[in-house]
């Protein structure tokens, strides 16, 4: 019996040993295993952009949203982060301003994720109670809970705090939680969008473009939205999208209601790579299939090429 | 007894089908009469506003002081932009209208142009006055013309849906006073093509450039498929087609659709024939998952493009769409960025292969420039500035201002309230000439509740 006893305590001793060793070993590496190892840039979106905004806000670097969309507040945030932290100051998150966010802050993933999932309303500040952080309560435009005023001016000293002791504790799932990422895919909240256009002109786009040249190769179809902003640009049409699309008779699917069908996937693209500045045209600003077409004087205009079963002219 | 019953159950049937088509016809009527009042709405508010349009010029000719001068013109050009509207709103296709929608749209550049610039300092020129005084012309014309459609459809109640009608059935309208009088009014205008708006108006077509810096010799058709092959990167046995432009193009140029036998992957491609450069290029594929980041992406855009012989680029936007990356490059010379020399490239974020690129805008501009020190200095640029805005970066750099010229800027990238804003300062006179506001994430609405 106390020889069962004393074999169970060595073996505690050495789990415990082995645990601490490996922990200790470890520790470089888990930077890396928080976030993955992308260099995360402008422009990006995903898990890892969740994160560095969770991070960044605990540290109250970063007091917009956190959606997972590396805009220009993020940037601003990270570059003061690397400033402070005298890091090399780029706006790229790479592997030495990870581990440094990493060891100064703590993530707790599971509750973002929940209130991402939630679509709550909610915030990640550090030393404050993340029960406190969801929004139900918080009206809107009320200024974020607590002051965790750690603004970076104020960081120089944070910084000391933060070197001597780990922050204090939280209540909620304790940091090493990341355990293994869920794979479920997290439903984006915010999405990047051309300037000067909005997702619902995108939509509408995708409408016109769905309706006029569902069957059309997707080259085709880019074509299509080519030509409604090379006509919104022309000084022979409307100024906006939705003027050159309802247009009264200057598109057969706005005229017989095709525009209504739902646009999928693939006409959403079409219409984006337009909005980026692919115009496989030629600067068109007409089109007919001439097969169906009725009017006689579209085939005077001058014609540049054929896409697909479209002819596009000037 | 069966006959009465049968005869009843006609009778009512008759009467039902009688009350039922009456009322589709009722429907029908108030559906007919709501178009007819938009389109009637949209032409009557054009009159008017051809009236007012020409009053205002009018008035403005008569000015001599430049104080109400710019206030008058920024009237003008607010009536053109909405006359140029209303014309947008009727149908179309019954005849060309362009030339119509051109002459409004000449008069609200030139209005918004003259009434921005500071007319004390640079007043009307001799010729802008001509202008002017050849505008006040034209809409005079145009107004007397528009009067007598309206005056016809006024009395003889003519509708625009009978036009629409005949034309969905394909018959010919009876009446074509509509018609005829708006092909008065076309060919009124159609006379003034040849009207001089002075110099600043040659750069309103920026579109007309035809890629005249370009170089190098003639390429062929076999050259042009040998050419887009590169770009494409397929290895094995591929069907390439290949077609040149058409008479109504401004330059040259050939589409070549490049399509891999095994893969079945297709790649679109059109290039100039003079120089046999690219000018855009789409490969279609779909791409369902991302494995590599922006960043990796981003230097494979780099990379190709260096592969490609372009040079001296700065990547200076970067945007993931779903599982695509799309990176903007400029021109960098001597460290001074130039935005119209602008390409764009795609790349698909599973196996980083480029799933497109554009490089009309930089092909249409890029030439060599002789780029002037600015003649202020930053200090002096940056007291231009709303002081306001916290001023994170700058630099130098070429944009297109207002007026569709290249000027040489200061660039600012500043914060203010969360947004951050490019500032763009004249180094030559410190002229505020361009202030956006950048672009946030847009949230996704389906689900905010």
Sequence with gaps: ?314 | MLRTILIGVLTLGIAGTAIWGYQEHRDKNAILINAENNYQRAFHELTYHIDVLHDKIGGTLAMNSRKSLSPALAEVWRIASQAHSEVGQLPLTLMSFNKTEEFLANVGDFSYKTAVRDLDKDPLSEKEYQALQELYKQSADIQNELRKVQYMVLNNNLRWMDVELALATNREPQDNTIIDGFKTVEKTVEGYNDTSFGPAFISMKKEDENFQHLQGEEISKKEAVSIARKYTGFNGDVDAKITENGKGSDYGFYSVSIRDRKTKEEANMDITKKGGWPIWYILTKDVKQQKISLNDASQKAVKFLKDHNFKNLDLFESVQYDHVGVFKFVTNENNVRIYPDAITVKVALDDGRILGFSAEDYLKSHHVRDIKEPAISIDEAKEKINPNVKIMEDSLAIIMNDMNEEVLCYEFLGVLNDETYRIYINGENGTEEKVEKLHQAEPIYEDIV
Excluded at chain 1, 260 to 266: A, C, G, N
């Design chain 1, 1 to 314: 019996m106390k020889k069962k006893l004393l074999l169970l305590k060595v073996l505690l001793v050495f789990l415990l040993c082995t645990t601490i060793i490996f922990v200790s070993v470890d520790k470089d590496n888990m930077a890396v295993q928080a976030f993955s190892n992308q260099v995360i840039q402008h422009g990006a979106v995903g898990d890892d952009v969740i994160e560095l905004q969770s991070r960044l806000q605990y540290l109250g670097f970063y007091n917009g949203k956190i959606d997972g969309v590396f805009g220009w507040r993020t940037y601003w945030a990270l570059r003061n982060f690397q400033y402070e932290f005298g890091l090399k100051v780029d706006g790229l998150a790479g592997p030495k301003t990870k581990n440094k966010l990493v060891s100064v802050s703590q993530y707790h993933e599971g509750f973002v994720k929940e209130q991402i999932r939630k679509g709550k309303k909610f915030t990640h500040y550090g030393g404050v109670d993340l029960n406190k952080q969801t929004g139900e309560k918080r009206k809107q435009g009320q200024p974020a809970p607590a002051a965790p005023n750690r603004a970076p001016a104020q960081n120089q000293q944070q910084r000391q705090q933060q070197n001597r002791a780990p922050a204090q504790p939280q209540q909620a799932p304790a940091p090493g939680q990341n355990a293994p990422k869920q794979n479920v895919p997290q439903k984006p909240t915010a999405a990047n969008v051309p300037s000067g256009v909005s997702q619902n002109d995108i939509r509408l786009m995708a409408n016109a473009v769905y309706g006029e040249a569902r069957g059309e190769p997707y080259i085709g179809q880019v074509a299509i939205a080519a030509v409604i902003l090379n006509r919104v640009q022309s000084p022979l049409f409307p100024n906006t999208v939705s003027g050159v699309i309802f247009e009264p008779r200057a598109f057969t699917a706005v005229a017989d209601g095709q525009i209504w069908l739902t646009p999928d996937e693939q006409a959403k693209k079409a219409v984006l790579d337009a909005i980026n500045g692919w115009d496989p045209t030629g600067d068109a600003i007409y089109y007919f299939n001439p097969n169906t077409a009725t009017s006689a004087w579209i085939w005077s205009r001058p014609q540049i090429k054929k896409i697909g079963n479209h002819i596009f002219c000037k």
